[in-house]
Structure formats: C-alpha cells, structure tokens
C-alpha cells in the first residue's frame, strides 16, 4: 500500500501511476484518486520506495530496448564496419528518452 500526501491528506492506493502532470492512485485495480494537470509536484508527497521502483523500471526497460537495438549486427561496406543510419538514429532516439526520464524523475520532490 502506498500514499501520497497532499495538502496534508493522504491518499492510499496499492499502485500509483506518475505522469508528467498526473498522479493516479488505484486500489483493485479500480481508480481511487487522480490529480491531474499538475505543475508542480513539490506539493505532493510521493513515497522513496514508489520513486526508486519508478526509476529502476524505465531504467530496466531502457537497457532491455537499448540492448535490442545494439544487439543488430554493422554494416560492412567492403573495407570497414560502419553504423547504419538506423542504429545512429535509434541511439539519438534512447539518449533523448534517457535525457527526458532523468528530467522527469528529477524534478519529482524529495521527502
């Protein structure tokens, strides 16, 4: 079970969802409380543990992808090894994501 606190309510959920500008709480599956359009989430408490599996999620599922990708063998152009225009775009792609899931997981607040 998990809360988040806001405005000095706490609110408890089995399982949260965090969005760019939301917070979903769910118990049994079914919704118990939404917060959305925010702008600021230094008004909301979230709980450590909550963040520290958000951040080893996509982290896990950045590296399972970012693995998938690497793992698709190099062009050989008939003296070299190059990489192909769709391995340097899919590299430009997972550092923009990695760049955006760092800014979204810093900017949640700290207890």
Same mark, same amino acid.
Do not use: H
């Given at each position: +079970? ?7 309510? @706490? ?29 600021? !989430? /230094?008004?909301?408490?979230?709980? @450590?543990? !909550?963040?520290? /599996? ?17 793992? $698709?063998? +190099? ?32 900017? $949640?607040?700290? $207890?």
């Amino acid at each position: +079970m998990s809360a988040i606190t806001f405005n000095g309510e @706490d609110y408890e959920a089995d399982s949260i969802a965090v969005g760019p500008d939301f917070i979903t709480g769910y118990q049994n599956g079914q919704r118990v409380f939404s917060f959305k359009g925010i702008t600021d !989430f /230094s008004q909301y408490t979230i709980p @450590d543990d !909550f963040l520290d /599996s958000y951040k080893q999620s996509a982290v896990a599922q950045t590296r399972q992808w970012l693995s998938d990708v690497l793992d $698709k063998p +190099m062009a050989y152009n008939g003296s070299e090894y190059t990489v192909t225009a769709e391995k340097q775009n899919l590299l430009i792609c997972v550092i923009a994501i990695l760049i955006l899931i760092s800014m979204n997981v810093n900017n $949640k607040p700290n $207890k």
